[in-house]
C-alpha cells in the first residue's frame, strides 16, 4: 500500500528523493509606497488574509487603466528570497512585475544606464494573471515590488500580494547579545544576511551571484559555524566545487580560492572534527598542495599571474599581491595542520615547508588594509606595525568582504574596542540606511546626501541613489547585490574576540574562551558544538576585571584566557 504521494507517482516517473531542506513563509506587505494611475483601495492588500480567490468580492484593490501608468509600489518591510503571489478576483489581465532591493531598482527599467539587469534571477517581467486564481511569480532576492498593468489590460481586482520567503528554517545555536543594541542589530542582520544565502548551496547573493564562490564563502561559513553549527549545505558547496574543478585547474578560476577552500576544511574540521568527511579530501588536497607548490620562487616570491582578492582591491596590484602572498602562506599552513590530522606526515611537512618558505619573502602591501590584515594572519607582521595602518582614516579602505579579516587583525593585536567602532560605522551605516541585509560592497563616502533604501527620489533631487549611483566593477548601479553572504563577517569576529570562544582541539574537545569587551558593561551568548552548546557571560567589573560564568557539556575541556 502506497503511503506517500511520490509513492504514487515514483510507479511511472522520475523524481528526485534528495530532500528539500528549506521551508516557506508568507509575509504580506508592510506599506504601499506609491501609487500611479487609477488605483482603488490599495490599503486592502497590507491586510492579513488568506490568498484564495472567492466568488464573494470582498474588499478589492483595484486596478484600472488611464493615460499614463497604473502600478502600485510595496514594501514589504525586509529582504526576502523568494517571490510572490497575486490573487485575483473576476478579472485576468497582464502585469509587469518589477523587484527590487531598493525602491529606486523597483522603479527602474532594464536598460537605463545604471545597472538594471536580470542577471542570475528575473527581477523585471510581464506575467499573465488567471481569472479567479492565484499566480506564483518571480524567485529572487528583494523587499519592493511594483506591480504595473501591462499589454491591453483595462482592469485588474486584487484580492491579495504576498510575498513568498523561502528559507532554511534552522535553529541559531549561537547566541549573541551586548550592552550596545547597534552592535546587537549588526548581529542579527548578519545572521540573517548568511542564512537568506543558505539556499540548496550557500550562494554568494540572493538576487545576483546566486552562485558557490568558494572564496567568498569563507566569511559565510565562519558565521555558520558560530551560529547554526554543523550544516550540511557546507559541505554539499565544498563537494561542488572540487568536483567540478580537475586540477590543476583553479576553483572559479582564482588561485586564491583554491586556497579559502583549503581553510574553510582547516576551520570546519577545527569545530566539528569529522574525520571520515576529511579523509574524503585527503587525495584532491594533497594534489591541491602539490599544485599550489607551483607558483612558489626560488626566493619565497609567488609567481601567481591572477592574484584576484576582492574587487575593491583590484584597483592596487601591488597590495593585492601581498594580500594573495599572505593568504597562500595561510593555505599552506592550514594544509600542514590537515595532513597531519590525517597521519600523511611527509605530505604535512611538505606544505610546512612551503610555508615556510613563502614566509621568507615579503611584498610591500602599499597601503592596502585588506593585504595588511591578511599579512598579520599569516605571520608576516606584526600587530604593532600593523595596527596604526588598519586604523588610518578609519573605514575608508574597508570592503564588506575582506573587512571581517581587518577586524580579525585587530582584533589579534588586541583593539577588540577600536574594531567595535569600526563595525559600528561601517557595517550600522548601512542600517541608517534602510539595510535589513549587508551588502556586496559599501563605501562610507557613499553615505554623504545618499538616498535610503525605502526613499522615492523625484528627478532633480539633490539626493544621491544609494544604489543607482554608487557601486563598482561588476556590480554598478542597481546590478550591486544588497544581500551578499560574504558582508556577514560582524556576527562571527563578536562571538570569536568579543565573547572569545574558540576551538583549540579538533572537534571542540578543547575550546577557549578569553573575552575582551572593549568598552562595553557586559556580552553574553551560546556556541554550538558537536558535544552540545557552550553557554557564557561576561560581565565588566567596576575596577575593570572581567567576571566570566560559563555552562558546558562535560566531554568540552574549558580553558579560560
Known amino acids: ?18 530532500p528539500d531542506e528549506k521551508n516557506i513563509e508568507f509575509i504580506y506587505p508592510r506599506r504601499v509606497l506609491k501609487t500611479e494611475g487609477i488605483i482603488e483601495n490599495a490599503d486592502m492588500l497590507l491586510m492579513i488574509r488568506e490568498n484564495q480567490a472567492t466568488l464573494e468580492p470582498g474588499d478589492l484593490c483595484s486596478m484600472e487603466a488611464g493615460k499614463g501608468k497604473t502600478y502600485i509600489l ?4 525586509i529582504e526576502i528570497h523568494g517571490g510572490i503571489q497575486i490573487t485575483t478576483h473576476t478579472t485576468a489581465g497582464k502585469v509587469r512585475v518589477t523587484f527590487g532591493e531598493s525602491a529606486m531598482e523597483a522603479l527602474s527599467d532594464i536598460g537605463n544606464g545604471k545597472g538594471a539587469t536580470n542577471d542570475h534571477a528575473i527581477r523585471d517581467s510581464i506575467y499573465a494573471l488567471s481569472w479567479l486564481g492565484t499566480t506564483d511569480i518571480g524567485n529572487t532576492g528583494f523587499r519592493f515590488v511594483k506591480i504595473e498593468l501591462a499589454g491591453d489590460t483595462e482592469k485588474l481586482m486584487l484580492k491579495s500580494v504576498r510575498a513568498k520567503l523561502i528559507y532554511r528554517d534552522i535553529e541559531y545555536k549561537g547566541t549573541f547579545e551586548c550592552s550596545d543594541e547597534r ?46 553549527g554543523e550544516n550540511d549545505c557546507v559541505k554539499k558547496s565544498l563537494d561542488l566545487i572540487r568536483d567540478i574543478t580537475p586540477l590543476p585547474s583553479m576553483m572559479n578560476g582564482i588561485p586564491a580560492y583554491s586556497m579559502w577552500w583549503i581553510l574553510i576544511h582547516r576551520d ?11 579523509r574524503g579530501q585527503h587525495k ?3 594534489d591541491l598542495v602539490k599544485t599550489l607548490s607551483g607558483f612558489i620562487g626560488e626566493n619565497g ?3 601567481i599571474e591572477n592574484n584576484f582578492l576582492d574587487w575593491p582591491s583590484s584597483t592596487n596590484p601591488e597590495g593585492q599581491k601581498a594580500g594573495v602572498h599572505a593568504l597562500f602562506i595561510m593555505a599552506m599552513k592550514a594544509a600542514a595542520e590537515i595532513l597531519s590530522a590525517l597521519n600523511d606526515d611527509s605530505n604535512s611537512e611538505f606544505a610546512r615547508l612551503c610555508a ?13 588594509k585588506q593585504a595588511y590584515a591578511l599579512q598579520m594572519l599569516a605571520g608576516l607582521r606584526n600587530g604593532e606595525d600593523v595596527t596604526p595602518k588598519l586604523l588610518d582614516n578609519g573605514v575608508h579602505g574597508y570592503s564588506t568582504f575582506l573587512g571581517y579579516y581587518i577586524l580579525k587583525a585587530l582584533g589579534e593585536a588586541e583593539k577588540t574596542d577600536e574594531a567595535l567602532e569600526h563595525i559600528k560605522t561601517y557595517w550600522g ?8 541585509t549587508f551588502w556586496e560592497d559599501f563605501d562610507i563616502s557613499w553615505a554623504e546626501n545618499s538616498s535610503k533604501l525605502d526613499e522615492i527620489l523625484e528627478p532633480g533631487s539633490s539626493k544621491k541613489d544609494i544604489h543607482g549611483d554608487f557601486g563598482g566593477y561588476c556590480y554598478t548601479g542597481y546590478r550591486h547585490s544588497l544581500c551578499h553572504g560574504w558582508a556577514s563577517g560582524p556576527a562571527p569576529f563578536l562571538m570569536e574576540y568579543v565573547l572569545g570562544i574558540r576551538p583549540i582541539k579538533p572537534g571542540c574537545k578543547q575550546v577557549l574562551i578569553s573575552p575582551d569587551l572593549g568598552s562595553l558593561t557586559f556580552a553574553k551568548g551560546s556556541y554550538p558544538t558537536p558535544y552540545g552548546t557552550i553557554n557564557v557571560e561576561h560581565i565588566k567589573l567596576n575596577d575593570g576585571e572581567i567576571k566570566t560564568s560559563y555552562d558546558s557539556p562535560n566531554e568540552i575541556d574549558i580553558v579560560l584566557g
Open 74 to 77: 510595496l514594501d514589504f518591510g
Open 301 to 303: 616570491a609567488s609567481n
Open 1 to 18: 500500500m502506497m503511503k506517500k504521494m511520490k509513492d504514487y507517482i515514483q510507479k511511472s516517473n522520475n523524481i528526485s528523493s534528495l
Open 183 to 228: 552592535l546587537n542589530r549588526i548581529w542579527q542582520t548578519a545572521v540573517y544576511t548568511v542564512q537568506l544565502n543558505m539556499q540548496d548551496f550557500i550562494w554568494d547573493g540572493i538576487k545576483r551571484d546566486r552562485l558557490v564562490w568558494i572564496g567568498d564563502m569563507h566569511p559565510e561559513v565562519s558565521a555558520i559555524q558560530y551560529v547554526f
Open 429 to 436: 551605516t548601512m542600517l541608517d540606511l534602510g539595510a535589513t
Open 356 to 368: 615556510e618558505k613563502l614566509s621568507s619573502h615579503l611584498y610591500d602591501a602599499n597601503g592596502l
Open 268 to 278: 570546519w574540521y577545527r569545530q566539528n572534527g569529522e574525520i571520515e568527511y576529511l
Open 284 to 286: 584532491y588536497i594533497i
